[in-house]
T-cell receptor, first 112, second 112 residues
Framework: SQTIHQWPATLVQPVGSPLSLECTVE??????LYWYRQAAGRGLQLLFY??????ISSEVPQNLSASRPQDRQFILSSKKLLLSDSGFYLC???????????FGEGSWLTVV | GESVGLHLPTLSVQEGDNSIINCAYS??????FIWYKQESGKGPQFIID?????DKRQGQRVTVLLNKTVKHLSLQIAATQPGDSAVYFC???????????FGRGTSLIVHP
């Protein structure tokens, strides 16, 4: 069966520090991968998605970036965090349009 | 743009009551709908789905109803329990889009 993992689960970072959140999917190949951010009490905001290695689409212009170095790995990064980057980040995948999208456990980021 | 929305941000019920959470969508091309449950600090979990060729689907204590005429989706939870307290999202996608659309979410509070 397919599983999705992301880490770290929680982190507290100072303003201006770098960020790296990692996500991996197991049990499938060529998944469509997504990064969402969820602010407290808000809905899901799509940040990036990838339909293949090296293919990244950005939905929201910001100081975050994403990379997909391997088929089942998706990384969310920042060179310098802002206070406004705080939030709950979710990695997700689904096999193809018209199917269920599955989420990771989430990563809480607090920028101080 | 196209969107999926929820009518009520918060729903409070007594334990044992039936709960109904509603969702409106605007994309007439949507052909697959999903309900998710998100507990505090965790990623959304799949509850039940329905395709556009159906108008009702039942799971364990949950039922999803789809009214394509008015573009309305609902989640019914029978005999609601305190463990059902969470935020519930609806989502939609279709075979032509790599970007699922999520509703804002409804917070279900179950009082013992």
């Amino acid at each position: 069966s397919q599983t999705i993992h992301q880490w770290p689960a929680t982190l507290v970072q100072p303003v201006g520090s770098p960020l790296s959140l990692e996500c991996t999917v197991e049990g499938t190949s060529n998944p469509n991968l997504y990064w969402y951010r969820q602010a407290a009490g808000r809905g899901l905001q799509l940040l990036f998605y990838s339909v293949g290695i090296g293919q990244i689409s950005s939905e929201v212009p910001q100081n975050l970036s994403a990379s997909r170095p391997q088929d089942r790995q998706f990384i969310l990064s920042s060179k310098k965090l802002l206070l406004s980057d705080s939030g709950f980040y979710l990695c997700a995948w689904f096999p193809e349009p018209g199917n269920t999208i599955y989420f990771g456990e989430g990563s809480w980021l607090t920028v101080v | 743009g196209e969107s999926v929305g929820l009518h009520l941000p918060t729903l409070s019920v007594q334990e044992g009551d039936n709960s109904i959470i509603n969702c409106a969508y605007s994309n007439s091309a949507s052909d697959y709908f999903i309900w998710y449950k998100q507990e505090s600090g965790k990623g959304p979990q799949f509850i039940i789905d329905i395709r556009s060729n159906m108008d009702k689907r039942q799971g364990q204590r949950v039922t999803v109803l789809l009214n394509k005429t008015v573009k309305h989706l609902s989640l019914q939870i029978a005999a609601t329990q305190p463990g059902d307290s969470a935020v519930y999202f609806c989502a939609e996608n279709n075979g032509g889009s790599y970007i699922p659309t999520f509703g804002r979410g409804t917070s279900l509070i179950v009082h013992p």
